[in-house]
């Protein structure tokens, strides 16, 4: 029986899996060898080169290192690493096995069981009615010949026919054990004495012998024995040649089988492989989920950053218009202050310009007596405008300090609102600041989905193969299950037709038996006759 591996390879950056049988499990030498063989060939190069090979374990959904022969099994899945490209090779799907390009094409299978017919002189094989995939092996089973005893031969065929088979050591004749022993196997209804008793008739010459005259002859007397030994013979070996189909057809079922569990193994790597692919998939798209999320909150931090910063700005220009007003009323007083100084200063002068004029009007006095009393007149009325400019300028004081207490006033209104201007600057350049963060974090969010995006892209398109894969080793399954269903049914046809065919033998060989018990009473009775005519004539004589 032919033993099958996969063999998955990396060749110039396609993956292949080719399909290589072998007449019987392979050893290392000749796997390793097989291999490069047939990747040589098919690339149409000469570096194919092993480095090691791996084996797909069913059991353990894991692949292996492959040391040893024994862990191959029929349709293993095998991956072969090629030297110096190993680090190199992509991770890509295997794709579905396929025979090298090559390869002969195989012919039809014949059918897995024969219409068991007995009068058929040859027995045509006929193709299963099922499609096959171009990339499977058409199963086959062995072709059993057709009974090569007829059913209606003439005497000198059924009489010849019918002593070979009892002459079991071929020697021309037949002994008394070879008799003995055919008459038993073929289960005739005649006990030990009266099988020696048709010997004893068979051996006409009394040699202890019988040959094929003597047979001949003893056909003549004894024709329904020997028809019913000939149907008997004939019987046995078409029994034994559907015995044989269903043997045959056994072993389909086994091969059906085995390539049922292979199908199920591979079915069963390209659903895990699927299902990897899927997850990486699904944990792409929830990792670019996470990724818009993240762009959407910062996209809503941002805005509401926009907002902030807009009120920001509000709030800054309306304190610098509060600033502006208490500055223009600090200018005012300003004014105001200086203004009193100045008229202060003013009243100063002219108070000294008085004081020069008193001192003058003094000396005048002191010179002039005779103008004493104008003088006096004099100076009184400069005393009273004296006194009059004191209190203009203590009224100059007066607004003075009070245009002082104002200025005061105005820049200590001043100090805080410039704080709370520089306060509000800072805020709008945190704003402006924050801003310029998320759109920063905004931009690299929006590369990473995109990104992630691709990476979508490429699992599902990489997911596709994966699942025409377990499409089709699903449909390989179902191919092979309905295979192994119709093979089954056809076994247990066939061994119904064995039963049925037993049953219609023992059901003949009961209708024989009266024949026979008919026949070795008349011939019984003839060779009594003949013994007393032979008497009777001897007492003549």
């Known amino acids: 029986m032919s033993f099958t591996v996969l063999v998955a390879a990396d060749v110039l950056g396609d993956k292949h899996n080719l399909e290589m049988s072998f007449p019987g499990q392979p050893t290392m030498v000749e796997l390793y060898k097989e291999i490069e063989t047939t990747y040589n060939l098919e690339s149409g190069q000469n570096s194919f080169r092993i480095e090691r090979l791996q084996v797909f374990d069913i059991e353990g959904s894991a692949w292996r290192d492959l040391t040893a022969a024994n862990q191959l099994r029929d349709y293993s899945q095998l991956y072969a690493f090629q030297r110096d490209t190993s680090a190199s090779e992509q991770q890509k799907p295997i794709p579905p096995p396929r025979k090298p390009s090559f390869a002969q094409q195989q012919q039809a299978a014949p059918a897995p069981y024969q219409q068991m017919n007995p009068a058929v002189s040859q027995v045509q094989p006929q193709p299963l009615n099922v499609t096959r995939s171009g990339d499977v092996l058409p199963m086959t089973v062995k072709p059993t010949p057709a009974n090569r005893f007829p059913m209606d031969p003439t005497d000198e065929i059924k009489n010849a026919m019918t002593f070979d088979e009892i002459d079991e050591n071929k020697n021309g004749v037949v002994e008394k054990d070879e008799w003995q022993r055919k008459f038993k196997d073929l289960r005739m209804p005649f006990s030990t004495a009266t099988g020696l008793d048709l010997f004893a008739r068979a051996d006409a010459d009394g040699d202890d012998v019988v040959n094929r005259p003597d047979f001949t002859n003893f056909a003549e007397h004894y ?125 100063r002068h002219r108070i000294s310009a008085k004081m020069v004029e008193i001192s003058n009007a003094q000396d005048i006095v002191r010179d002039l007596e005779a103008q004493l009393m104008d003088a006096k007149r004099l100076a009184d009325r400069h005393q009273v405008d004296l006194g009059i400019m004191e209190d203009e300028l203590e009224d100059s004081r007066t607004r003075s300090r009070e245009a002082q207490v104002v200025l005061e006033q105005a820049q200590y209104a001043v100090a805080p609102l410039l704080a709370s201007l520089k ?39 990489d997911t596709e193969p994966l699942l025409e894969r377990e499409q089709y080793t699903k449909g390989l399954h179902s191919q092979a299950q309905a295979e192994l269903d119709e093979s089954r049914a056809g076994l247990r046809q066939l061994e119904q037709d064995v039963e049925d065919f037993r049953e219609h033998r023992a059901e003949a060989e009961e209708a024989e038996l009266v024949l026979l018990e008919e026949e070795l009473r008349l011939r019984e009775q003839r060779y009594n006759l003949e013994e007393r005519e032979k008497s009777h004539d001897g007492e003549k004589y």
Do not use: F
């Open 223 to 347: 024709p329904v024995t020997v028809d019913s030994l000939y149907l008997r013979i004939q019987a046995q070996a078409e029994e034994e040649r559907r015995e044989q189909i269903v043997d045959n057809h056994k072993l389909l079922i086994d091969e059906l089988q085995r390539r049922e569990r292979s199908s199920v193994a591979q079915h069963r790597v390209a659903k895990e492989e699927l299902k990897a692919a899927e997850s990486q998939l699904r944990a792409h798209e929830q990792d670019l989920q996470i990724k818009q999320l993240e762009v959407e909150g910062y996209k809503a931090e941002l805005s509401e950053a926009a907002e902030a910063t807009t009120e920001a700005q509000r709030e800054v220009q309306r304190r610098d218009r509060t600033i502006s007003g208490a500055r223009d009323r600090e200018r005012s007083a300003a004014q105001v202050a200086k203004d009193a100084e100045e008229e202060v200063e003013t009243h």
């Open 423 to 461: 306060e509000a600057e800072s805020a709008l350049s945190r704003c402006n600041e924050t801003e310029r963060k998320l759109e920063g974090l905004i931009t690299k969010a929006e590369k990473e989905v995109a990104r992630v995006e691709r990476m979508v892209e490429n699992a599902e398109i």
